[in-house]
């Protein structure tokens, strides 16, 4: 019996999902008779169910709903917001009452008699737009049913039928002639036919598919991790072995388990439509609540993803969407004065490209407020004012993914439910996703999120640090750099920061020995640098060695090691040994300035990265012993040159640099040149043009929040702060950037500097 | 007497179950069907001896399945009988003379079942 009721709780509740989503379809236009025939129908199955179950509160219930629909069938009543109000409260109630039935496994006690009488009400209330002969026949039907003390539900009629009166009885009461001829009779028979016709065109669903418990697929999709894993056992034992007599079976056998493991991941697939079935109910109750008018357009509702992930961003989708209804799009009296059409449009978008899904979530509404967000940020404590004024609104808006933010001045009961866009972020992080915002003040909102088609089979690099072999997501990894002294990218090591000098841009690094204390690292010998994208942050992890990339079954990681944030799991390698699979999100973390701004993004940071909240600042010492700072974005490389090769041209200094000429500049008139040995640069790029900035030594990297604690005392200062507990002065690049530019190029037509920047 | 076999023809599954449950006590082979169209297709190779065939299901309905039942060139129609409830009375006729041969009300119990089948010679 218990499996029965399972069975009864599924069915029914994705019955009522897909009333509520018909419910709101027919609302809009409730001349479409297919809808609501399936909407009746599914009323009247529920109910018929709960018969055969012995469940009498959910019957009548569902009863009562039936009825009121079947007036909306009959034409007897008009569907108004507040009838179909009524009826999505009635399928709540339903909900609430198999949410219980589903806990204690009997249905709990309880009197539905309010909402039941005002089903009732609704279902005998004076009909509008029928005529009165019509009215007074609705009302013949509708009275024996429903205005007689109770009701004669089924359950009631089966126990009379069965225990007391006999058969002859069960026969009788529903002899043909009881169904007197009623004028309204007609209509529904209409309707039904009508409803049947087009049935009969739906495609043919039902027959071409099975349900299936989730538990089966898990353990076939667990079966098949272990065929995956035994092929690559074997194809290692052929790789060893002399002979080819096993090669062309094996390689069926691989072909055939590359399909399986297709079909099954393909088996746990389902449409993202599934995510949002919930939301046109929840946008529809909004405008009713709010007065709005929100069209909720889906798109690519058939893509399909793993049913895990899918179950991951089910909630962040559902809060953003309302959070666009809620906060996004104006009222209509708004959108008219404003120019819009009254009805704002909510654009919910789904596809796959390249292995990921795609999502977008785009209002037509206000769009984000800078400057509540610029109050709000500063009223909760999460920046100085200093801070704020320094940061670019884009920026700014970045503040709705930090933890405790809302701007909407009265939380409503729709949105204010305790989760806020930290959390969206944390969830769609969590899963290897990004997510991506742009407003426009005026014209509305829209996030893009990037999400991966499945967890459970990823295709990672298999990697050695310190003797152990690790696994790492190939999703991250953007490239792998050779580090040594054979090759031209060499790991800089400025006290313990390591830094690694990759083309145009100085890549913060952790050492995965450091980091997993497997040893000291072997700075001496050639390394590999795995650069990794984590969101829109680049990092790079040294390593000893790298092998190959490898299809890997993602298992949970041990109880023991959970709360360690560099592990996601482990797998099992071809040659049988369990390895660990690296957590690219905790190893970016480590890296420091996990959502820094630091990419192509921001393209109104200046080349000084000026309205970095927080940044990376390189710590150097320049004629003079306090510490100065630069933003390390700002840096190309840092060289150091044989103090012979620097060149006097016209009383200025310059090198040879990558086959061009460099200036080079002093940080102020104290500084000299290092007469022998290496002189130490930090190397800048202006339009392709490469400018030195001479220094007497490079001290440290440190991750900092930039808070001008004093004005600049002098032209190539942005100011003094704070940093590491000392006072600074952070260097103005900009201001060496142009007074090289005045001094040494004269090409006027170059661009302005502020589009030039880090490009090369 | 080789066992009879009945399909049970309802879209939901726990309905099914129970009605299923009450023919196999009966000593029925049964079968099932969730739409009229499956209960077609079982039709067709199955040879089922009587069709407990619900009204109200997704992709065709029990009228529509029934009408196309009978116009099927089977070697033996089945009995059909036509599952309805209390709300659908009025039907009823429309079912008989589609060409049901009994009709039940739903919720049933197992006495009432095998009345009905005693009243069609197939208890």
């Known amino acids: 019996m218990d499996e029965l009721l399972n069975e009864f ?36 199955t529920i109910k018929g169910t709960c018969g055969f179950l012995g469940l009498p509160r959910l019957e009548s219930v569902a009863h009562a709903g039936e009825n009121v629909l079947g007036k909306f069938r009959d034409g007897d009543l008009p569907v108004t917001p507040d009838a179909v109000t009524l009826i999505l409260r009635c399928i709540d109630h339903i909900r609430l ?14 009197d539905d008699g309010p909402l039941i009488g005002e089903l009732n009400a ?11 002969a019509d009215a007074a026949a609705a009302h013949a039907i509708a009275a024996p049913i429903f205005e007689e003390d109770g009701f004669p539900v089924a359950a009631e009629l089966l126990a009379e039928v069965a225990e007391a009166l006999g058969p002859q009885v069960a026969a009788q009461p529903v002899s043909p002639q009881r169904s007197q001829p009623q004028p309204a009779a007609e209509l529904p028979r209409q309707v039904a036919e009508a409803a049947r016709d087009n049935n009969a065109k739906e495609p043919d669903q039902a027959a071409s598919s099975i349900r299936v418990n989730v538990d089966v697929i898990e353990n076939l999709m667990t079966l098949i991790s272990e065929i995956v894993l035994t092929r690559n056992q074997l194809m290692q034992i ?210 893009l999120i990037k999400i991966p088609l499945t967890l459970a089979i990823v295709s990672a690099l298999i990697l050695e640090a310190g ?11 953007v490239e792998l750099v ?4 054979r090759s031209g990218a060499r790991i800089e090591t400025i006290r313990d920061a390591a830094v690694l000098r990759l083309r145009e841009r100085l890549l913060p690094l952790v050492s995965l020995r450091t980091v997993l204390e497997l040893g000291p690292d072997e700075v001496d010998r050639d390394r590999f640098v795995l650069v990794m994208e984590v969101g829109a942050f680049k990092f790079g992890i040294i390593v000893d060695r790298v092998f190959d990339a490898e299809e890997i079954v993602v298992k949970p990681v041990a109880p023991i090691l959970r709360g360690n944030p560099f592990y996601a799991g482990n797998t099992i390698l071809g040659d049988g040994s369990v390895i660990m699979i690296l957590d690219p999100g905790g190893l970016s973390a480590l890296a420091g300035q996990a959502h820094s701004n630091n990419d192509g993004l921001q393209v109104a940071g200046s080349v000084a990265g000026r309205d970095e909240s927080e940044a990376s600042l390189l710590l150097f010492r320049a004629g003079g012993p306090e510490l100065k700072a630069v933003m390390l974005d700002a840096i190309l490389r840092i060289e150091e040159i044989d103090a012979g090769a620097i060149e006097q041209v016209g009383g200025r200094h310059v090198v040879q640099y990558r086959q061009k000429l460099m200036p080079l500049m002093m940080v102020n008139g104290d500084q000299r040149l290092v007469e022998t040995g290496r002189q130490p640069l930090l190397v800048f790029c202006d339009n392709g043009q490469p400018l030195g900035l001479v220094v007497d030594e490079v001290v440290d990297i440190v991750q ?43 090409d006027e037509e170059r661009p302005r500097l502020a589009a030039g920047g880090r490009h090369g | 007497m080789a066992d009879r076999t009945c399909l049970v023809v309802d879209d939901s599954a726990p309905i099914r179950r129970v009605v299923s449950g009450m023919f196999l006590d009966l000593g029925y082979a049964v079968a099932e069907a969730p739409t009229g169209k499956d209960a077609l297709d079982y039709c067709r190779a199955g040879q089922p001896d009587i069709v407990m065939l619900d009204w109200n299901m997704p992709v065709m309905d029990g009228i529509g399945c029934l009408t196309a039942l009978r116009s099927m060139p089977l070697p033996r129609q089945p009995v059909v009988v036509m599952c309805t409830t209390e709300s659908q009375i009025a039907r009823i006729q429309q079912a008989l003379s589609a060409g049901a041969d009994e009709y039940i009300i739903k919720p049933f119990g197992r006495d009432v079942l095998v009345d009905k089948l005693e009243q069609l010679g197939m208890a």
């Not at chain 1, 609704?122 to 009165?132: F, I, K, Q």
């Not at chain 1, 058939?302 to 809060?319: A, G, N, Y």
Request: charged share 25%.
């Open chain 1, 704 to 746: 900092n929040h930039i808070s001008l604690e004093l004005a600049p005392r002098q032209d190539g200062l942005l100011g003094s702060a704070i940093v590491a507990g000392k006072a600074t002065d952070l260097v103005d690049i900009r201001h060496y950037i142009e007074y090289g530019r005045d001094n040494w190029i004269r």
């Open chain 1, 9 to 44: 709780l599924t069915e029914t509740n994705e019955s009522l999902a897909t009333l509520d989503t018909e419910l709101v379809r027919f609302e809009r236009d409730s001349s479409d008779t297919r809808i609501l025939g399936n909407i009746f129908r599914l009323m009247h």
């Open chain 1, 97 to 110: 009452l198999l949410v219980e039935l589903g806990a204690a496994g009997r249905e709990p006690e309880g």
């Open chain 1, 467 to 477: 003797g152990e072999r690790f696994a790492l997501p190939q999703i991250n990894v």
């Open chain 1, 238 to 447: 052929q790789r060893n072995l002399k002979s080819d007599a096993f090669k062309v079976p094996l390689q069926r056998l691989s072909h055939i388990t590359s399909e399986l493991q297709d079909g099954v991941t393909r088996m746990r697939m389902q449409p993202i439509g599934n995510a949002w079935a919930k939301l046109p109910r929840i946008v529809r109750d909004l405008c009713v609540e709010s007065g709005k008018k929100i069209d909720l357009v889906q798109r690519g509702a058939d893509t399909e993803l793993d049913r895990q992930v899918l179950e991951m961003i089910k909630d962040p989708l559902t809060h953003m969407v309302r959070n666009s209804a809620d906060h996004g799009v104006e009222d209509p009296v708004t959108r008219r004065d404003a120019g819009k059409p009254e009805t704002g449009t909510i654009l919910l978008e789904a596809c796959h490209e390249g292995g990921h899904i795609f999502i977008r979530i785009a209002d037509d509404g206000r769009g984000l407020d800078a400057d509540r967000i610029r109050q709000k940020a500063l009223a909760n404590g999460l920046a100085t004012e200093a801070e704020i004024a320094a940061m670019s609104e884009k920026q700014v808006l970045q503040f709705i993914f930090q933890p405790g933010f809302s701007t909407a001045e009265k939380v409503t009961s729709v949105s204010g439910r305790g989760v806020g866009m930290d959390v969206v972020r944390t969830n769609i992080e969590r899963i290897g996703g990004a997510i991506e915002m742009d407003s426009r003040p005026g014209e509305g909102t829209t996030f």
């Open chain 1, 122 to 132: 609704m279902a005998s209330g004076e009909p509008v737009a029928v005529p009165p």
């Open chain 1, 482 to 485: 050779r580090a040594g002294s």
